[in-house]
């Protein structure tokens, strides 16, 4: 596991096998103080453009610091964790004018990474957010991805002006760009490969939302830094609160939590049912 002070962000996560899970670009397009594209951004205090501020807030561009003293949490049995904090600065407040704490709990066991990202309000009024761990998931390729969980479901779709539609298809695929904020999801999402036969499983909680996106060719070609044929081997699906923004009162404290594990499948041949993966059958 690698963590950048740099947006607080995890840029790197692998298996047993030493192979990369998280999707994340060639760091010689990286354009500091700018967010990395690739491993586990967090957007905070705005999604997307959903409110006033820069896209997808500020949180990601910040540089975050060790938490020296982090609120009691249950005892990680992990093989490592890093808490990290993010406080408000006089910069921050003359675009969000609101005091803050953001701290992250990064934890890695055997298989599985958690996050458990916590925002304090210490001012002395109310204020609202919305947030998003943005998943880059490393693909053998985007054609062969599946996304079980979502089905039935409403969503907002960014690329119809925020138009509400609902999920008709049986499982999400993909042969074209898609940015979609799906609502009031599940806890838990399956991700599958079929060519590298691995499923990853997102579970989640205090984050009702979930957002699927993959640029396809003519996007990331005007994403400078994308690589024209890298949106092949990604795919991003979030933990999120988008819908209905977190309000939080003065000294009041919100936490969610995100565990992201991967499991051996090959759903072809149906050594894995994704449903049995889905509802915890498996």
Known sequence: MMVL??????VSWKNERREELLFR???TL????KAIRGGIPISFPQFGSFGSLERHGFARNRVWSLDDSPSPL?????????DLILKSTEEDLKTWPHRFEVRLRISLSAGKLTLIPRVRNIDNKPFSFTISLRNYLSVSDISEVRV???ETLDYFDNLQQRER???QADAITFDSEIDRVYLST???IAIIDHEKKRTYVIQKEGMPDAVVWNPWDKKAKSLPDLGDEDYKKMLCVDSAAVETPIVLKPSEEWKGRQELSTVSSSYCSGQLDPRKVLYGLA
């Open 148 to 150: 079980e969980g979502l």
């Open 25 to 27: 670009i060639n760091k």
């Open 30 to 33: 990286w354009k500091p103080p």
């Open 186 to 188: 599940p806890k838990k």
């Open 74 to 82: 249950p005892a990680a049995n992990s093989q490592s964790t890093v």
């Open 5 to 10: 002070f740099q947006g607080g962000q995890v």
């Open 165 to 167: 539609y609902t999920e």
